[in-house]
């Protein structure tokens, strides 16, 4: 009887033991929860701060400057006078060419990039060997490390000395500033991110696609390109896209080598701005908040913003419509 006793007993207390530790556990993990969902509505909430803070100054800008003037304007001119007797008081805020001026440079960058970083990435999964791959990949990934004033400077110091002096023994009247010597040095900075996403892209593709497109006789020059490219397309699509919306958003670049003259032309050889350079411009120095010039720095913000949201929505559907096919 004692002994039955004490084995009541001890298994009272290892049920004991074992309910206290239960209930720690869910306590800890009830913690743990809480704190993601702390950390994940702090992003939410961060963001719906950023759209509502651009969105109410915006609304304040077009209290003075008509939405249609904004998005049809042909002409960006925020230099306002102080005093209503002054020539131009009202300013011109038309953005359409500050948007074409994104466009061109972004156009010429994403020409740069696109090619010499899928084709990189291409050559560092399929042909490279393990040593130089090693070594390259590296390079490649420090090279995308490198301060963005750093490349402005190389572009205003020599890549547009050397197209105007290239232009003018061609009989080309180049611009000492200009969204072609800008765009090249732009796309040059986004190869690294196109070669590197590009490369895990490919890399993650199965083995098993590879070798049975090499059974059925293919060469490996058609496997990549048949095979391997529609397969990764998904990740291809996302790191183009990457570059696109960071050619979007560079500043330092279009400041140096291409200017902050609001030129609404096609032409990649004369002077153009951006976006993002006029916020700059617009923003420097002390400035109150309550005239439509400081104002509109708001409206390009917003306008930005939109334009990100609808190039992270067509990545989406990009990626979506690809998965499909090859799951």
Do not use: H
Request: include cysteine; hydrophobic fraction near 55%.
């Amino acid at each position: 009887m004692i002994a039955a006793g004490t084995q009541t007993c001890a298994s009272d207390k290892t049920d004991a033991i074992n309910l206290a530790d239960t209930k720690r556990n869910r306590t800890f993990e009830t913690l743990v929860m809480v704190a993601l969902a702390s950390c994940s509505m702090v992003a939410i909430l961060v963001t719906a701060g950023i759209v509502l803070s651009l969105l109410f100054e915006a609304l304040r800008f077009f209290e003075r400057v008509g939405i249609e003037k904004f998005l049809f304007g042909l002409k960006w001119s925020p230099q306002t006078a102080l005093r209503a007797d002054q020539v131009a008081a009202e300013g011109a805020f038309g953005v359409i060419p500050l948007v074409t001026g994104t466009l061109l440079i972004s156009f010429i960058a994403m020409c740069v990039a696109v090619p010499l970083g899928l084709l990189s990435a291409v050559y560092l999964s399929e042909y490279a060997g393990k040593t130089f791959r090693d070594w390259i990949k590296p390079m490649l990934e420090i090279l995308a490390g490198i301060p963005t004033v750093v490349y402005g400077f190389f572009a205003a110091l020599v890549v547009a000395p050397m197209l105007r002096a290239g232009g003018e023994q061609a009989g080309l009247n180049i611009s000492s500033e200009s969204a072609l010597a800008a765009g090249i040095v732009m796309g040059v900075m986004i190869i690294p991110l196109i070669s590197s996403l590009g490369s895990d892209v490919i890399n993650a593709v199965p083995q098993s696609l590879r070798d049975a497109s090499l059974g059925l006789g293919a060469t490996p020059a058609e496997t990549i390109r048949k095979v391997i490219l529609p397969a990764a397309a998904p990740g291809i699509s996302g790191a183009i896209l990457l570059g696109v919306s960071r050619a979007i958003g560079e500043t330092m670049i279009v400041v140096m080598a291409a200017g902050l003259a609001a030129n609404l032309t096609a032409n990649p050889l004369e002077a153009v701005t951006t976006i993002t350079a006029q916020i700059v411009a617009l923003l420097t120095g002390d400035q109150e908040f309550d005239s439509a010039k400081t104002l509109s720095a708001f409206a390009l913000g917003l306008l930005l913003f939109a334009v990100t949201l609808c190039l992270n929505v067509l990545a989406l559907r990009i990626v979506r419509k690809y998965r499909e096919e090859y799951d």
